[in-house]
């Protein structure tokens, strides 16, 4: 379905959980605009072979949950890369009104952050779990995410942007994510 032009939607990647969330997966889709959603929805769902899929894949779902965000600007989406290794995905809901001063603390902090490491990309939400923040992360292996995150203390303004936004956070979850074999970023 990412393939058919007319879907006018882009695959940044697809991934299982391997600790966290076990037996789910996370798809992170570009769509252009609200517009580009509706018009992909619509394009898919009257794509001839779509309803043998759907009926298909709805044998293999449990329980499924969608969001629509959007990128923060000063953490644009990598482009499709293969390096191997594994994800995190970092999730954080914030107490409601505080989404402008996270992303004022960490604008900064990301800047001490990109010393020692570089991030996939980052959004918030802005239909579904309202108030949530995503981050990606790529590293080799959980060797090199605790030595990287232990790096990141002794850059000057990590921790400062830490003190900062913990007090914005009502709950924090990370997931450890294996890439799926057609995923353009993995």
Known sequence: MAEIPENKVHLVGSWRTEVGDCDTFVHIWEYQRYHGYHASLN?????PDFPAFDAKLKTLINSKRTSLMQEFSFWPTTPPRQLGGLFELRSYTLHPGNLLEWETHWRRGLKARREVMEG????FVQIGELNTV???WQF?????????????????????????TVPLIQTMKSRILIPCPWSAVA
């Open 140 to 164: 080799a292996d959980l060797e090199e995410r605790k030595v990287r995150r232990e790096q990141s203390w002794s850059v000057e303004g990590w921790g400062e942007t830490v003190h900062k």
């Open 43 to 47: 394009a898919i769902q009257h794509h």
């Open 134 to 136: 995503h981050h990606l």
């Open 120 to 123: 996939v990309g980052a959004w």
